[in-house]
């Protein structure tokens, strides 16, 4: 079965500093994959994907990804954190099986202390 | 503005009261789909629909239906509302096709509460 985990349920950083997301994956075929942000009442922003080519994608706000196929991860990055990118992260991969669908991971909050 | 518009975006109700959260889209989409949110397991699909009315189960579909009568609509029906229909619901849409990396664009949410 296709998933998505994301193993801290929070991370906290000083700003400044770097931050790293975590993400893995697990799918059949090549993964198409997604960070999403939600900021308070607010819907899922798109951040940046993964299809293929370079394994670093870089995408809105600073934030650029990692691509590692022998670990099958995905991991989202900034190098500078800024009290406002606290919000709550999301890792996607498309499903191979179904039209559009994204299969999520459970979320990451992230708080960027001042 | 491109955008999905959702409402109503706070919804407090009663078990067993028919209720509908509409969701529009201005991007001319083929795709939109349905996902709720719940602490700990992310985001899970409920219904999608590939197309004016072309619509198909997710994950989690029960309890819930759907309609795609217009191509920008694609409401959220809950026939009679349970308590574990309590959550946060999002609606989405993008193009669709064989283009794997489209990019889905969310509404701001409804949140609901069923009593």
């Known amino acids: 079965a296709q998933s998505v985990a994301q193993p801290e349920d929070q991370v906290n950083v000083a700003e400044g500093n770097p931050l790293t997301v975590k993400c893995t994956y697990s799918?059949?075929?090549?993964?198409?994959l997604f960070w999403y942000v939600q900021y308070p009442n607010r819907g899922l922003q798109f951040l940046l994907k993964y299809i293929t080519g370079d394994n670093l994608v870089k995408g809105s706000y600073g934030f650029e990804a990692e691509f590692n196929k022998s670990q099958t991860s995905f991991h989202l990055k900034k190098p500078s954190a800024l009290v406002s990118d606290s919000a709550l992260y999301f890792c996607?991969?498309?499903?191979?099986?179904?039209?559009?669908?994204?299969?999520f991971g459970a979320g990451t909050r992230l708080a960027v202390h001042p | 503005e491109a955008q999905v518009t959702q409402n109503p975006r706070y919804l407090i109700t009663v078990t067993g009261k028919k209720l509908t959260v509409t969701c529009s889209q201005n991007m001319n989409h083929e795709y939109m789909s349905w996902y709720r949110q719940d602490p700990g397991l992310g985001l899970r699909q409920i219904y999608y629909s590939m197309n004016v009315e072309v619509t198909d189960k997710g994950d989690v579909p029960e309890g819930y239906k759907v309609s795609r009568k217009e191509k920008r609509n694609f409401p959220l029906i809950l026939e009679s509302p349970s308590p574990n229909q309590t959550s946060l619901y999002f609606c989405a849409s993008s193009l669709a096709g064989g283009r794997m990396g489209n990019i889905q664009y969310f509404g701001a949410g409804t949140r609901l509460s069923v009593l």
């Open positions: 799918v059949s075929g090549n993964p198409y």
């Open positions: 996607a991969v498309r499903d191979s099986g179904g039209y559009n669908k994204l299969i």
